[in-house]
């Protein structure tokens, strides 16, 4: 009968596999990673690409507000800062990003926005005065995550983890 012998250094193996446990305790280093990058930094980037998760090009501005429109781009103006996007820890395990700005979801989900108090709406717009019950915006969508950005967040975990694993050589 033949026969095999294994050794196993249960030092070496114990030690790996507590700082695999500690790096699971602890993801905030690999949550800042996918907040910065992925979420807030893609983000960024579709202000420039004009392009929503998905790589569907952002609906063309309405004519006559091109036509007097500052700034360059569709959704940035000469002060305002929607492209300036924030990111924060949700607790231990999650990261959220967005736009402090009032106006940034109505950009990001599309919308109809209706008078409060009003009888219309007052606006101007390429030189003309308009008074009207609503305003639809379309769907210019920047948050979001597309298959690029998944990938990267899958990187950013696995690195987390080698990180860890790593720190057997030194």
Known sequence: MASATITVDSRTT???????YA????????????????????????????????GRPWPDL???????????GKLKGESRQ???????????????????LIYARIHNEGGVIKPKTAAALVFSMGG???????????KRQF???????????LAIIQDHFEMAMGESAS
Do not use: C, H
């Not at 929607?82 to 402090?100: F, H, K, M, R």
């Not at 003309?128 to 379309?138: A, D, E, M, R």
């Not at 948050?143 to 967040?153: A, E, P, R, V």
């Open 23 to 54: 790096a699971a305790g602890d993801l905030k280093p690999a949550l800042k990673n996918i907040g910065e990058e992925v979420l807030a930094g893609s983000a960024r980037d579709r202000f420039v690409s004009e392009t929503d998760p998905q």
């Open 82 to 100: 929607l492209s300036q996007i924030d990111w924060q820890l949700d607790g231990e395990t999650a990261v959220d990003a967005g736009s402090n």
């Open 143 to 153: 948050l979001g995550i597309s298959d690029s950005d998944m990938q990267t967040i």
């Open 128 to 138: 003309q005065t308009f008074k009207v019950k609503s305003v639809t915006i379309p």
């Open 62 to 72: 309405n004519p006559l507000y091109a036509l007097t429109k500052k700034g360059p």
């Open 14 to 20: 114990l030690g790996a596999l507590d700082r695999l």
